[in-house]
């Protein structure tokens, strides 16, 4: 079996998560966090759609971790994110952790806004 070492090139992926926090490049995010593979900082949750709104034509993906459990976004930030082109999915925060780091190590176009757990 032959295994490849993953590469994320210059971005940062998602290290480790906890109770209240991220962390990412050995630094720790406290809160809810809006994440993309050049910049994370913090999120002010689905009443905050400016800085989501802003990655229009840059990623094509938004995963919204939920928390510890799965829940429905609030109707009106999804349907904000798909009129200017951005998909949304929707999963607990320890999933699209995974997902996005994953799908970073492939180079795609994507963002996490998560919600601790």
């Known amino acids: 079996m032959r295994l ?7 971005a940062q992926p998602i ?3 906890g109770p209240g926090f991220f962390r ?3 630094h720790v995010l406290r809160g809810a966090c809006l994440i993309t593979p050049w910049d994370a ?3 002010g ?3 905050d759609t400016a800085a989501p709104l802003a990655l229009a034509g840059k990623i094509d993906v938004l995963f919204v971790g939920m928390g510890k459990d799965i829940a429905h976004a609030p109707k009106a930030f999804r349907l904000a994110m798909e009129e200017v082109g951005i998909g949304v999915e929707v999963m607990n925060s320890p999933a699209a952790c995974r997902t996005y780091n994953v799908l970073l190590s492939e180079g795609r176009r994507i963002a996490a806004a998560l919600i601790p757990v």
Do not use: A, K, Q, V
């Open 45 to 47: 949750g689905f009443d």
């Open 15 to 17: 290290e480790g998560y």
């Open 4 to 10: 490849t070492e993953i590469s994320y090139g210059t």
């Open 24 to 26: 990412l490049g050995g």
């Open 41 to 43: 900082g913090p999120w």
